[in-house]
């Protein structure tokens, strides 16, 4: 029953039906459910679908995210790459870790490359027995101080080829040595390369005087620790002179091993007592002394005692002559010494010489202002350091001689330590060596020899089988610049920058650069280094001839 007021209904209207009034309202009905219908469907797909991660998947692309602020839209930097050797350098900003940045890690080598050569000494030779300047960790025998040149202790008969074992047993007192690759500033390869070629030199074909360092490279390359850096944080030592690992070609009649030049040793850092001025995987160290103080009390006497020696001769000259090179200005100053009043010369031959007593060599330096150190066959002489030991000033006649090599242990403003007189001079020129040095006034050879003297610790290598207390000696100066070499690599490696413009013939030059140079440019020295346009030869006619000669003659000529 419905109940609507009577009053407003008209009696006309009640008793007359509407024809359309059940139609429209079937219509408005479907019209009001559709409506409801879309609604519903809008707000199912349109407001809860865009509010609701789990119900619309997510897909990741590789456009940099971006942040909102404000009316601002900022790109954020993608998350830096990982770099296997990070941990490494982040272990230097930890100051609670005294081994921070410091840390070597040492390859456990098979025995064949190191330890079997010395149960072998006597074939590391053709004419030396080799045998007793192994003994005492690489040191050689004592030396009896019957002529009271040298300290009662910590002297000893040291064979100037000897580096790779004095170095590889220092290395075994390092402090900060560590079994964690992650950790290591540097990677350290206990490789005898300088004894390993020396048994090997004459009457050997070329296979075998590679063997070893095919063998090396091999076993290299297949260690994790390569692939950090695939090398580039390796170094070894080799106690010989470059040219003995540079073999150019696969004649047989051509000189050494090819040790250098093998791919994965160009990635490597080869520490060497005479490196090329054209190659980069190289550098020079000191030759050894005969002193190997055992704490820091051994250097500093000795050094007071250089202080006040009387040193009556003006120059001297320990060394042969060289006939069979037209380029040596040996002979000359040879004949400048014997016609001098105030120069000493000690001739050396074949056979029993003075030259072979370390005692005579080292009373002479002793005795004088002046030591001149002119090249051999090749640029270096190891009487250059003795010389520097005795607190005598040297005379270089070629850059090569010491000033592009021994840059992590020299300084590079050679005039505060060194007189340089261009070999052109004295060949060419006849320039007289008394005259030259007469006219450094007495005060400015006092400073420079207290320079020289004070350049003593880091020229010698510390007795391997104890430690100094404060100073740093040779090693420790070779491994610091090792770790300084590999640190800044790899940091270039992160922030991205290369060496682009980096010429690898100019090697020497980079050595001479001040901090934060990275471009080398014409340099006074440039003729002394010129190449011949073939690059089959240096300057110095360093080819297999003359390497042979240096290996020959340093029988009769070890200083």
Not at 55 to 78: C, D, H, M, Y
Not at 180 to 194: E, I, K, N, R, W
Not at 324 to 335: H, V, Y
Request: glycine share 4%; proline share 7%; net charge neutral.
């Amino acid at each position: 029953m419905r109940r609507r007021p009577v009053a407003a209904i008209l009696p006309d209207q009640m008793e007359k039906p509407s024809a359309r009034n059940p139609n429209s309202r079937i219509c408005f009905l479907a019209t009001l459910s559709a409506f409801f219908w879309f609604l519903l469907l809008y707000f199912h797909f349109a407001v809860l679908g865009n509010q609701s991660p789990k119900l619309t998947p997510i897909t990741v692309t590789f456009q940099q995210p971006r942040k909102s602020l404000g009316s601002q839209t900022l790109v954020e930097a993608p998350p830096p790459p990982s770099f296997p050797f990070a941990r490494a350098l982040q272990t230097a900003l930890n100051k609670s870790d005294r081994c921070g940045g410091r840390y070597i890690y040492v390859h456990d080598l098979p025995s064949r490359f190191n330890e079997d050569m010395l149960k072998k000494c006597r074939t590391l030779s053709l004419w030396t027995n080799m045998c007793k300047f192994t003994t005492n960790a690489g040191l050689g025998p004592p030396l009896e101080n019957v002529k009271g040149v040298f300290s009662d202790t910590g002297w000893y008969a040291t064979n100037q080829f000897v580096v790779d074992v004095i170095f590889s047993n220092r290395m075994k007192q390092y402090d900060c040595l560590t079994q964690d690759p992650s950790l290591a500033a540097a990677f350290f390869v206990p490789f005898y390369a300088g004894f390993d070629i020396a048994r090997y030199l004459w009457g050997y074909n070329i296979s075998v005087r590679d063997s070893a360092s095919l063998d090396l490279v091999d076993w290299l390359v297949r260690r994790p620790e390569w692939k950090i850096m695939n090398g580039r944080d390796h170094f070894l030592v080799a106690g010989r002179i470059t040219w003995d690992f540079r073999r150019l070609t696969e004649d047989e009649s051509d000189w050494g091993n090819k040790l250098l030049f093998l791919p994965a040793a160009r990635n490597m850092s080869m520490l060497v007592v005479e490196s090329s001025p054209w190659n980069a995987n190289d550098f020079g160290i000191p030759y050894p002394t005969y002193f190997h103080p055992a704490k820091d009390d051994d250097v500093f006497i000795w050094q007071e005692r250089m202080r006040r020696l009387e040193r009556k001769w003006l120059f001297s000259f320990a060394g042969a002559p060289r006939p069979d090179n037209p380029k040596s200005i040996r002979g000359q100053i040879i004949d400048q010494c014997k016609r001098s009043k105030v120069g000493k010369l000690l001739e050396c031959d074949f056979g029993e010489s003075k030259c072979h007593s370390p005692s005579s060599i080292m009373q002479m330096f002793q005795g004088s202002l002046f030591c001149l150190q002119p090249q051999g066959d090749s640029y270096t002489r190891r009487s250059a350091f003795d010389s520097m030991l005795a607190g005598c000033i040297p005379v270089f006649f070629h850059p090569g001689s010491a000033y592009t090599q021994y840059t992590w242990h020299l300084p590079k403003n050679y005039t505060k330590y060194s007189v340089f007189i261009p070999e052109d001079d004295i060949r060419k020129r006849n320039v007289s060596i008394e005259e030259r040095l007469r006219q450094i006034p007495e005060e400015e050879v006092r400073i420079m020899r207290e320079e020289v003297i004070s350049l003593i610790p880091r020229l010698v290598y510390a007795d391997p089988r104890s430690k100094l207390e404060t100073l740093k000696d040779a090693f420790d100066v070779s491994v610091q610049a090792v770790i300084d070499k590999v640190t800044n690599l790899r940091k270039d490696i992160m922030e991205g920058r290369t060496d682009d413009n980096f010429i690898e013939e100019n090697s020497w030059k980079y050595a001479l650069l001040d901090a934060g140079q990275r471009e080398v440019g014409p340099h006074e020295w440039d003729p002394f280094f010129s190449k011949p346009k073939d690059g089959n030869a240096d300057s110095s006619d360093l080819s297999s001839e003359a390497a042979k000669n240096s290996w020959k003659n340093e029988q009769r000529d070890t200083s």
